[in-house]
């Protein structure tokens, strides 16, 4: 098993920044799940569906949804098995609660979720 505790959210102005921290614990999550798996940002706005975000797979390169390409950057830091999620020059648009993911041996892992808010 793996549990995900996603961190880091808040309400910030248009234009500030936040990262998101997603810290993994669990039997299956060592020795460093982030970087070993397939992870994933993803978010949900009131109203709407779950997008994906971001996206880091083992020794292969990141991807980003198209709206935040630029603003935003996933990464890991497997000393602490914890991933990450800058994101700067928030927009209104960005606002939703964050989630993160990880797929271990093909079983996906979500955490709770941290709520981003951001004002004009």
């Known amino acids: 098993q793996v549990q995900l505790v996603e961190s880091g959210g808040g309400l910030v102005q248009a234009g500030e920044s936040l990262r998101l921290s997603c810290g993994a614990s669990?039997?299956?999550?060592?020795?460093?799940?982030?970087?070993?798996?397939?992870a994933k940002w993803y978010r949900q706005a009131p109203g709407k569906q779950r997008e994906w975000v971001a996206l880091m797979t083992p020794h292969g390169p990141t991807n980003y949804r198209e709206s935040v390409k630029g603003r935003f950057t996933i990464s890991a830091d497997s000393t602490s098995n914890t991933m990450y999620l800058q994101m700067n020059n928030l927009k209104p648009e960005d606002t939703a609660t964050y989630y993160c993911?990880?797929?271990?041996?093909?079983?996906?892992?979500w955490g709770q979720g941290t709520q981003v808010s951001v004002s004009a």
């Open positions: 669990g039997t299956a999550s060592s020795p460093n799940v982030f970087t070993a798996n397939t």
């Open positions: 993911k990880v797929e271990v041996h093909m079983k996906p892992f």
